[in-house]
């Protein structure tokens, strides 16, 4: 079935799913002057799953005192050599909590969960359906643990 593309305010679309938050105080977005009122070409659905999806991850396995970084701004990346696409990149990074860093070698895999999250309820099925709900709206993710901290990195097409 077809997706429904339609420009997409980045800007709103994270100021509405940051004020639905319980811990929406804990959420501070940072947008790149380039970035502001900047929208892309998607399925508003699928785009509002998987940034949800993100915030409460990074809400629910982060310690509760911390604070969680939502990097936006413009960013190009290699389509073909020597070939760029524009696009939007978001950066969701978070402080690990008891659960530890994930392994981002399998950190997308269906059932996939960190030894230390088995304490927080889920399934290990929202980063596998994240994954392919971007790979469906023609976009990339990917998970950069690093030193306490966990960031997923979000590239979408203009």
């Excluded at 915030?55 to 911390?66: C, E, F, Q, T, V």
């Excluded at 696409?85 to 960190?114: M, S």
């Amino acid at each position: 079935d077809q997706l429904q593309l339609a420009p997409c305010r980045i800007d709103d679309l994270l100021s509405e799913l940051v004020a639905q938050q319980p811990a929406a105080h804990r959420i501070s977005v940072q947008l790149a002057q380039d970035a502001v009122a900047l929208a892309v070409q998607s399925e508003g659905l699928l785009l509002r799953t998987v940034l949800g999806n993100l915030l409460d991850n990074a809400i629910k396995y982060s310690p509760a005192d911390s604070t969680v970084r939502v990097m936006v701004a413009l960013a190009a990346q290699e389509a073909a050599p020597g070939l760029a696409r524009q696009g939007v990149q978001i950066d969701i990074e978070n402080a690990a909590g008891r659960a530890g860093l994930p392994d981002p070698a399998q950190v997308f895999d269906k059932y996939y969960r960190t030894p230390g999250a088995h304490q927080q309820s889920g399934s290990g099925l929202g980063l596998y359906i994240v994954k392919a709900l971007m790979q469906r709206l023609g976009a990339t993710i990917d998970c950069k643990p690093h030193v306490g901290l966990v960031t997923f990195v979000l590239w979408l097409p203009l």
